[in-house]
């Protein structure tokens, strides 16, 4: 999430760029000395995730934070809604359990994500058979997706 997280909050001319900032400034509009300033390299570039309902836990925590921070549009189906925090506790006989230890909630919405599956901006399902077909609908539907967006911001 750090690495895609990233808000441009200015934009820098490096100095001999231009001769009148004023009348080209807009040309810069997109430079920031991005491997100047962040401690984690950044992804700049657009981008699209995927979910469905075989995504658990962190899967689950990052579509959350993908669509709730409008990083990019989710595309594939509802999540299980299963984000629970858990920790184990080793038991006398060697074996070991595993608790619930904490909740999450989408600071957005103030939703708890246990059955509050992340709903996809773009919903596809994919066939039962989907696998022996090898035509997943749903990666074809993100990357229409995601070259329609590049397309539209050209």
């Not at 000395?33 to 401690?39: A, K, Q, S, Y």
């Not at 858990?86 to 708890?112: E, H, I, Q």
């Not at 996809?120 to 995601?146: H, S, Y």
Request: proline share 5%.
């Amino acid at each position: 999430m750090a690495v895609l997280n990233y808000k441009q909050h200015a934009y820098t001319v490096p100095r001999g760029a231009s001769d009148d900032l004023e009348r080209d400034k807009l040309k810069f509009r997109d430079y920031y000395p991005v491997g100047e300033r962040l401690v984690f390299a950044a992804w700049l570039k657009p981008s699209i995730a995927m979910c469905n309902e075989g995504s658990y836990s962190n899967a689950e925590i990052f579509s959350h934070a993908y669509k709730t921070l409008g990083i990019g549009k989710l595309v594939g189906q509802p999540t299980n809604g299963s984000v629970i925090s858990t920790g184990g506790r080793g038991l006398l006989d060697g074996s070991f359990v595993r608790l619930p230890g904490r909740a999450w909630f989408t600071k957005a919405t103030d939703k708890n994500q246990e059955l509050g599956p992340a709903v996809p901006d773009v919903i596809v399902e994919n066939t039962p058979d989907w696998i022996a077909r090898d035509v997943d609908q749903q990666l074809k539907a993100a990357v229409e997706t995601l070259l329609k967006d590049i397309d539209s911001k050209k």
